[in-house]
């Protein structure tokens, strides 16, 4: 499925199915895109994570029926997926600004929050740099941790920060951030993925406690480079992917849950990775469609 159709019957997978129980893995599933592909996308293009769509689409569905309806709160709190009317009145009053008790008293305000409409718009003449490269597989040595994808934004750079506060970068500099989609298991509800700090790997060196040796596997990458700031470059990188390259690219398609940025050497710019020639790389693995 091509990825702006993907997206757009996504969020119709999900206003069908928004009173069920529903995953992001789920979702990802039935438009067949890797789920750290989909959330990453989703987010991107739509402004917010598919976990945040479906709350903001549930508690704006309650409002309505609220004001509408004769129905009890305790059966608002069921219909749209918590455990008890507590928990719903706390969900619903920072969505709307009130109590559920207070808008069908006092005929309070609601919110509104209106299914996406996904329209991209695909401006001729657009350059974005990349190379398709075919890799062997390469063995890494890194240390790892596990992130929901709601959070990961902002503990990845906690996970950075405290593998050099450990002075754990004496054995492994950080030439990589590697993503690892996780199983989500039977019960689809593990919504995480794995994520190494990592260099390559030489079969004469040591493995601290705490690291492990991995294989990334051999795929065809999309590799594109990045020029400036890191967080920066990368940011503005993932959203020409998402927005101008996907759309566009006629030949290739994503093929697995890996993901991986390549770092070049700080210590080669005067700012380090906040210079304005810092240089990184997004490798992106794909298939011919």
């Known amino acids: 499925m091509e990825w702006a159709k993907a997206i757009s019957e996504a969020v119709r997978y999900i206003e069908s199915h928004i ?15 890797s789920p750290f592909y989909f959330h990453k996308g989703f987010s991107i293009l739509c402004g917010y994570s598919i976990a945040e769509y479906i709350r903001n ?3 704006s569905l309650a409002g309505e029926e609220l004001i509408t309806s004769d129905i009890t709160i305790t059966e608002l709190a069921m219909k749209y997926g918590y455990d008890s009317p507590d928990s719903f009145t706390k969900a619903f009053s920072r969505f709307h600004g009130n109590t559920p ?5 006092d005929k309070a305000m609601i919110k509104t929050f209106a299914p996406l409409k996904l329209t991209i718009s695909l401006k001729g ?22 992130f929901t994808y709601e959070n990961a934004k902002q503990d990845i750079p906690l996970f ?21 989609e996780s199983d989500p298991g039977p019960k689809m ?4 993925f794995e994520y190494l700090i990592a260099d390559v790997y030489h079969p004469s060196m040591d493995i601290p406690d705490g690291f ?22 990368l940011q503005s990188t993932n959203t020409k992917i998402f927005s101008e390259w996907l759309p566009a690219m006629q030949d290739y398609e994503m093929s697995a849950g890996y993901c991986v940025e390549m770092y070049d050497d700080a210590s080669k710019y005067p700012n380090g990775t906040n210079d304005e020639n810092y240089y990184s790389e997004i490798w ?3 298939k011919k469609k």
């Open 19 to 33: 009173t069920e129980d529903i995953t992001m893995y789920e979702v990802a599933g039935h438009v067949n895109i």
């Open 57 to 59: 689409r549930r508690m």
């Open 101 to 105: 008790l207070t808008v069908r008293r």
């Open 125 to 146: 003449g657009y350059i974005m740099d990349y190379r398709i490269v075919q890799k062997e597989n390469f063995t890494i040595l890194g240390t790892s941790k596990e």
């Open 160 to 180: 950075w920060e405290e593998h050099y506060s450990a002075g754990n970068g004496k054995y492994v500099c950080g030439m990589f951030g590697i993503n690892i």
């Open 189 to 192: 509800g593990n919504e995480k």
């Open 212 to 233: 492990e040796v991995r294989t990334i596997p051999a795929f065809t990458w999309a590799v594109f480079p990045c020029h400036g700031a890191v967080v920066d470059s």
């Open 284 to 286: 992106i693995p794909v």
